[in-house]
């Protein structure tokens, strides 16, 4: 008998069947791709009325600020000539020299008088004025009248407000939340440089947490939650090269991951697993903005006159991103919707999955 001949014969089938194996067992459904469609593209200037019970979105570009819908009706447009603040709900213009702010509501109807000097700054459905010295701060109510207010001895050199409270950064390396009621909620300093200004400050939609940019030589991000009236801290790292100036800190909207902007990269941190990740982005980040449903993060930031749309998937990873030349930028989004503005224009983006 022929062994090697036999053996030969049994390899063939037994090597058929391996392959088939293998094909069906490594199957595996194809994701489905992210894309970006066009949808239409308006000139700031060409105004016209929005149809009924549209949400309207704002937007800032250069020295100018205005309200457009999701179908592409410029619906306002005002110039300013010094500042301006804007939100979904209200806008308001201020010069140097003002003792009160006329503020409206989106469609241009007056909302109310602020009746305090500084500068007025909104985040969403909340109202905050900057007052003249830098130290102080007041929060105000829906009409503008002053509920209550919180005097520093240090200059104000970050802020920021969620639906649970406030926070702000001294320059002394301070940081204070507040209650929305202006109870002070913690208050401490995180120490660990030289120089403890604090440069970047968020407090989570629950007001249970926060989270800083602290001191210029050892600088340090820092994460710290309440705990039975103290501020404990969960998190924090040394950042190997100090940003100069003032940088932007969010929580996503489920307070899980802190975003910030570090020395040209975004840091992400992962507050369930404590870990953190680095992503280079050159130049500076002026926004961050999650999908509606939450699956995508859009992050605005300008290197000289190159701004970049940088879009991560599952919070952390990196997707998608195009760049534009421009002199005044700013992103939205709504639904299933990317809107970016550029310079005079704004544009709208349909994502989708195939």
Not at 15 to 29: D, G, H, K, Q, T
Not at 184 to 198: H, L, T, Y
Request: one cysteine or more.
């Amino acid at each position: 008998m022929n062994f090697n001949k036999k053996k030969k014969n049994l390899l063939i089938p037994a090597a058929s069947i391996f392959c088939l194996l293998y094909i069906i067992l490594s199957v595996r459904p194809m994701s489905h791709e992210i894309h970006f469609t066009p949808e239409w593209t308006e000139d700031i200037s060409h105004l016209q009325a929005s149809s009924e019970n549209s949400r309207l979105i704002p937007f800032r570009l250069a020295q100018n600020i205005g309200y457009f819908s999701s179908d592409g009706k410029i619906t306002s447009v005002t110039t300013f000539p010094f500042k301006a603040s804007i939100s979904d709900k209200w806008y308001t213009l201020f010069s140097p020299s003002s003792t009160e702010a006329e503020f409206f509501f989106a469609d241009g109807t007056k909302a109310g008088t602020i009746k305090q000097a500084g500068f007025p700054f909104f985040q969403q459905d909340r109202i905050y004025v900057m007052q003249p010295g830098g130290t102080s701060f007041l929060k105000c109510s829906e009409q503008g009248n002053m509920e209550w207010g919180y005097d520093h001895y240090s200059p104000i050199t970050a802020f920021s407000s969620s639906k649970g409270g406030t926070v702000a950064g001294y320059a002394d390396g301070t940081v204070i939340s507040f209650l929305p009621d202006g109870k002070v909620d913690q208050k401490f300093s995180p120490g660990g440089s030289k120089n403890g200004v604090i440069l970047g400050a968020a407090i989570s939609e629950d007001g249970g947490k926060l989270a800083c940019v602290s001191g210029q030589d050892q600088q340090r991000f820092i994460v710290a939650e309440k705990n039975e009236g103290h501020s404990k801290i969960i998190f924090h790292e040394y950042l190997e090269k100090s940003v100069v100036h003032q940088t932007l800190v969010k929580f996503s909207p489920d307070s899980d991951f802190v975003y910030f902007n570090g020395n040209d990269f975004l840091g992400i941190v992962n507050l369930k697993k404590a870990a953190s990740r680095k992503i280079p982005v050159k130049g500076k980040i002026s926004q961050i903005e999650f999908s509606d449903n939450k699956e995508l993060v859009f992050i605005l930031s300008k290197n000289e006159k190159k701004y970049t749309v940088t879009v991560l998937e599952s919070f952390v990873y990196p997707m998608a991103s195009f760049s534009f030349e421009g002199e005044s930028a700013f992103i939205q989004t709504e639904g299933n919707s990317l809107f970016v503005g550029r310079n005079t224009k704004i544009s709208k983006i349909s994502i989708s999955r195939k």
